[in-house]
């Protein structure tokens, strides 16, 4: 008696906790109609920071992915001084407040930044242009994917690299023919993740890169601007962000639990795996 | 056929160092408990694992010399490594497995594994034999100098075990490769290796054929390794002139060997008689004891008497009619008997 | 270079209470409405500005003395106005109901031009006090004062009159003794990092102009020069 | 040759990687003295957005761990129809733009919100309180806890569990005795993570309850008031801020490492784990 | 002592579904290869997995029962059960992990199982033997009913092994409580258990002694399992009114029993004997061929012949000099052959 008790106890917390988890969601539907929803995409400030978010996000998680997943790789498989500091970097974005993170993407690479002459003396500069809205996402959204991207390689088998040397093939040939497609399914979902929090992305954006509309002005930095004029619009547009990353990540969320399901197999009451 | 060398090469593991030199030119065994350090050997010949002194070639070829800073990357050591979890692919099927070392006579050893007929499945729904087969397929497709099978026979139940055993034996007496194989089971060792090398905690305590190690175990730990019962007991005299052997539990025991101090002796079942009245040849050592304990096995039956286990056909059981908890005698003739070094025994 | 007949857009940052009435004004420029130090700021970071209008005259002052940009204009005038949500949950009627116990008051922070003028209101009135005790947050733009009356979370804040406008659906307005007002001035200016510089001064006289000056005013803006009365 | 070529790219790509993380953070201090970082703590406005900053985190990581670890156990250990919903609700907050957040906040417990009439009967209201920041924290910091939580339960062995119940325990005196203690490690590490991320969280605050010296002005808050007037200053609450997150972090990390270490064992080349 | 009943319980799992009866009054062993459903058994009884249907009972106590919908909870169904892996607490030392269950006596268990000078230390620094002690001693410190043992020898390397086996023997025997262990290995079932269940894919194929299985495998798989060696071939005619089986090998084989249509024989290799000139005994067959394979192990020597493996002392080994690839003639009485159904092997 007492015992279940407490489980129930659990179950109680833990619907308490979605329920918290799910009520501000539920708001921002509540105060839009589907029909206001919809009406958003003929609005133009909407249409075009829509085109830019897409733009920037597709651009920053292409680079995520190219950059990231080295770094991930050489983070997880090596071990050499320094590596914890290492890792702490690929998180610290993760936890500087965003508008924090902008300013110091401007002190790096803003004019007067550090590398603000040399790139200006190549002719670049980048704040309050587009590259600075993709650099700015980049620069945010990297941790979620760098991070699960290092989890996922942490998890994959040493022996079938190990095979896969002695059988004569170097550590890229190994990294393409045996880790990558073993890791795919965790570098997906971990992409998936940053994809959704790059186009969430404001503090640093606005810093760094402005908010100028069809170059620089992504949805969450309409949505901001649109407060004042059109308070129904913005919150709309809340939505419209909010439907994109849910969807985004539970239908990956499902297509995973679809391919390595501890669903499927058990009939096991506690989770007992299949080796049990 | 090649030849492979270990040159005393060191490995720092991390409660003890690995130290070994060796030669590989038919098949060797490497025997020894867990964490002996058996697949650090397999993985330092492979160039997984970078030893901290000493030196590898193969034939002309050196493989990795710690004075001269060589060390030849895996996968440009002509090794073939069998894994003891196999290591396939699990993403490629058979023949993708197979023809992984880049080369274009896959279906040869398809068919000389007799895997044809799996190669589109995955790995993941073969049997362990099967697994076994296209593991070995795979590293030969490479064409190694060396074979280097890390516990062959540990992923398989007990009944497959024995066919699959057979079927190796005859697969490495067939190939023209040295091979070197880890296990740590005696039996296996026996079956599939003309010499073996007993290993604990990184060093290696004998090597020999099957039958020397039964013959001349070297210490206590390789007599009870290769089936022995160890008797512990103390040198001491024995009427006029003649030494004997006082067991721990009293028992005077003579043998043909002498010596003195602290000591162990090892008898093995095989050479252990039950009888139920003491018999009176002064040429056996008796032990007096309670049955604790009996195992029937086929035609076969393991009897535990005290500190011996002795084997006897499973018609002098019934004849004798044994019960657990019998008085009997366990006799063993005094020729029967190795004298083994007095160290205390591991493992 | 960019003189050519066909000029490229200019990129117009202007205050983000005139994000309904510039594109009014002349669609076919470029524009970035935020708060004007938000906006001052980026400028002084290099952002390429050709025109820079702001909600006051304090920030293109500092911005030309830096040189920045050109010697700023006076463009249109702005007041302040009470919001409250159309439910009124508070029932203010008038400024000084404001100071009522309980009544939960947003402004703009005191860095914010719009804070900045409140604060002088306040004072004006001599009502500093009994309404700073009211008042519950200090946003860092109108628009978060405006938002928070609009979904009704605060019971009065204080706002441009023209912004006040923009969600007529939700919000009351009630006016300020204009003798209380502060002198509330939008100074525009030509930013000196412009390659534009022609066209940005055309612009400039665009708004300056009867037209310019007659959208202005139907956006709720008022006469750049006081009316003498 | 070539082999040696490929990994050194890997190792290129990882440098280059690691280093654009570095720099917005390097920007920051080089831009800040650390006499001015020092300074910043006689400040008031510091002193007190400080304070509050503290308090409300502590909180807010109370609740994060008195309702995410059992939210995050069974989620880890039991499959229900809309698991998959579920995971993907605790993900949300980590994807949303705070200030949509921080308006879905207000419209499900605002005054006038989903909630509104029910809390002001019980004579609550939140907007604008020191409550609504902890809340706003505890909302946008939760997915980073509950997250590392769920990996970690998932990865306790089931046999422990299933010992344990067979030895006469009940689920929660299994989940006390024998799940939390081996998952100590990791849930610290969440916890750590998701601390930083709240002491940096900005949009959501700024939103829900607003920004008043001494009661509702977090850091963030302060540097961006901070921003208008005075940039230095903010520059250097900026990097008090990193500085706070970044030992957190690395500290954390080292002292796991230190514990579960697999660079303590390892003549390795290829990490062969010891059980190779 | 208590007996357990399962009555007809049936678990749905990936690829088949489990279904059997089954009855526990002294010590039972199931086993069977590996995926056959055996560890589910255990998880079955121990109420960590339930059932789609049928009854479990311990003397009164009712269990589970599908139709009444009864569940009791693990916690409350009083087992001791020893996982595979042991699933000692890592983060307790030996003693708590001991006083898990609540119960006072630790002392006591600790005794009797020789690890009070283990009792501060932490299950990682424990050896495989210990290990399983201290696994046993937490178990039965709760004082169960009944006792399950998840392959109780598996964890450990083939040396200790023998020794944890006779010690776990006299164990079982000591103790009062209904053991059902599991097993993939037919050699450790028949020395820990009086009675042997053979499982495969979820249902027993035959239950019984283990000397009943040796004597009458009920099928080829059992049969082999136990170590015999099969012989696939045909009943047909051999000379008048009598018939005998060809082998698919072609040589002729007489056996006591008949039939007709395709069909399976069970040779044990101690029924085999092997000779280097053909046996003029009619009541012999033999079975000609090259000698594939030779294991030596103590006095004893395994030699493959084409489908046969004999086992045959190793003085006979020598006298006939016998080498692998040399032609001999392996035979055995046609009363040693036992006919097995003549369904095809599996595993
Ligand atoms: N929770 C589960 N859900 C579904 N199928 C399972 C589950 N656990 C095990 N199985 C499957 O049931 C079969 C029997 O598993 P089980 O572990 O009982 O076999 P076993 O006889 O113990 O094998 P082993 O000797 O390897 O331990 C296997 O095919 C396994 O894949
Ligand atoms: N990479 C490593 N770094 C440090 N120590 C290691 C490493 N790998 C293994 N060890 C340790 O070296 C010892 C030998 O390991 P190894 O795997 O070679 O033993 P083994 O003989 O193969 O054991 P088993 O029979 O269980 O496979 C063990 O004590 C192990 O803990
Ligand atoms: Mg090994
Ligand atoms: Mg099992």
Redesign the interface.
């Known amino acids: 008696m007492r015992r279940a008790l407490g489980f129930g106890l659990f179950v109680a917390v833990a619907v308490v906790t979605l329920a918290f988890l799910a009520l501000p969601i539920v708001g921002i539907f509540v105060h839009t109609s589907p029909g206001n929803v919809l009406h958003q995409f003929s609005n133009p400030v909407v249409k075009d920071a829509f085109v830019v978010s897409l733009k920037t996000s597709l651009l920053a998680q292409a680079a995520i992915l190219l950059f990231g997943t080295p770094t991930a790789y050489l983070l997880a498989t090596r071990r050499f001084p320094g590596h914890s500091l290492a890792v702490t970097l690929v998180e610290l974005p993760l936890v500087l407040p965003p508008a924090v993170a902008g300013v110091g993407l401007l002190a790096a690479l803003g004019r007067f930044g550090l590398l603000g002459s040399s790139l200006s003396a190549l002719g670049i500069t980048l704040p309050f242009t587009q590259t600075a809205v993709t650099i700015a996402v980049a620069y945010v959204a990297s941790p979620l994917y760098i991070r699960q991207a290092i989890a996922t390689f942490e998890a994959t088998d040493p022996h079938l690299t190990a095979a896969s040397r002695t059988l004569g093939a170097g550590p890229v040939r190994t990294f393409f023919r045996v880790v990558l497609p073993l890791a795919r399914g965790g570098l997906i979902a971990g992409l998936a993740l940053s994809f959704a929090r790059g186009l969430g992305e404001f503090g640093a954006t606005i810093m760094f890169a402005g908010s100028l509309q069809k170059v620089t002005q992504t949805l969450p930095l309409a949505i901001y601007q649109e407060f004042a004029v059109n308070f129904d619009a913005s919150l709309a547009m809340g939505a419209v962000l909010v439907l994109i990353s849910a969807v985004l990540l539970l239908t990956l969320r499902i297509a995973l639990s679809w391919r390595s399901s501890p669903s499927t197999r058990s009939p096991s009451l506690f989770g007992l795996s299949s080796s049990s | 056929m090649a030849k492979l060398t270990l040159d005393q090469i060191a490995v720092p593991l991390r409660t003890f160092q690995l130290e070994l030199s060796l030669e590989v030119g038919s098949t060797v065994a490497l025997v020894g408990p867990s964490g002996a350090g058996k697949s650090t050997v397999l993985n330092t010949i492979a160039g997984l694992v970078k030893p901290a002194a000493g030196s590898i070639r193969c034939d002309e070829e050196t493989w990795f010399d710690a004075e001269r800073g060589v060390f030849v990357r895996p996968e440009d050591r002509r090794v073939g490594l069998v894994f003891q979890d196999y290591a396939l692919f699990p993403h490629l099927t058979v023949r993708q497995n197979v023809e992984y070392a880049r080369r274009h006579h896959a279906d040869e050893y398809l068919d000389r594994f007799q895997i044809r007929h799996l190669q589109d499945a995955r790995p993941g729904s073969l049997s362990g034999g099967e697994r076994q087969r296209v593991a070995l397929a795979r590293a030969l497709a490479r064409d190694p100098a060396i074979l280097l099978l890390d516990e062959p026979l540990a992923a398989l139940d007990a009944h497959t075990k024995v066919d699959v055993r057979a079927e190796l034996q005859q697969l490495l007496a067939g190939l023209e490769i040295p091979t070197l194989l880890v296990t740590h089971d005696f039996e296996d060792a026996a079956a599939l290796a003309d010499e073996v090398g007993v290993i604990v905690e990184g060093r290696l305590r004998q090597t020999g054929t099957p039958a020397d190690l039964v013959a001349q175990p070297a210490d206590p730990f390789v007599a009870s390794f290769t089936g022995a019962n160890l008797l512990h007991g103390e040198w001491c005299a024995t009427g006029v002139g003649t030494t004997g052997i006082r067991l721990d539990d009293g028992t005077l025991v003579s043998t043909t060997d002498d010596g003195d101090g602290a000591i162990v002796l090892a008898v093995y079942p095989w050479d252990v008689t039950i009888s139920t009245t003491r018999p009176d040849d002064s040429a056996m050592n008796v032990v007096a004891g309670a049955i604790t304990a009996i195992t029937e096995l086929g035609n076969r039956a393991r009897v535990t008497v005290g500190p011996l286990t002795a084997e006897i056909t499973v018609d002098s059981l019934r004849r004798l009619g044994l019960r657990p908890g019998q008085q009997v005698y366990a006799s063993f003739k005094a020729t029967g008997t190795r004298v083994v070094a007095s160290r205390p025994t591991e493992g | 270079r960019a003189e050519s007949a066909t000029r490229a857009q200019l990129?117009v940052y202007a205050a983000?209470?005139l994000?309904?009435v510039f594109p009014a004004i002349d669609k076919s420029e470029?524009?970035?409405?935020?708060?004007s130090?938000?906006l001052a700021?980026?400028i002084k970071?290099?952002?390429?500005a050709d025109v820079f209008a702001s909600a006051n005259m304090t920030l293109p002052t500092q911005l030309f003395q830096q040189g920045f940009c050109s010697k700023p204009k006076v463009f249109t005038r702005n007041a302040l106005v009470i919001v409250v949500p159309k439910s009124n949950p508070a029932h203010i009627r008038n400024i000084y109901n404001l100071t009522k116990s309980g009544v939960?008051i947003?402004i703009a922070?005191?860095?914010?031009p719009v804070g900045t003028y409140t604060l002088q209101i306040l004072k004006n009135m001599n009502l500093t006090n009994a309404v700073l005790k009211n008042?519950?947050?200090?946003?860092?733009d109108?628009?978060?004062v405006?938002?928070?009356v609009?979904?009704?979370?605060?019971d009065a804040g204080f706002v441009y009159s023209t912004?006040a406008k923009?969600?007529p659906g939700?919000v009351k307005v009630i006016r300020i003794p204009a003798w209380a007002q502060p002198k509330l001035r939008y100074g525009i200016c030509v930013v000196s990092s412009s390659s534009q510089k022609t066209a940005a001064k055309a612009f400039i006289k665009r708004v300056l102009g009867k037209a310019g000056q007659k959208k202005l005013h139907r956006y709720g803006f008022l006469p750049r020069v006081k009316p003498k009365s």
């Open positions: 990129t983000a209470s994000t309904n470029k524009y970035s409405f935020g708060g130090n938000a700021a980026q970071q290099g952002a390429p939960k947003d922070a005191s860095g914010v008042v519950v947050s200090q946003e860092t109108v628009r978060e405006l938002a928070k609009a979904l009704a979370e605060a912004d923009t969600v939700k």
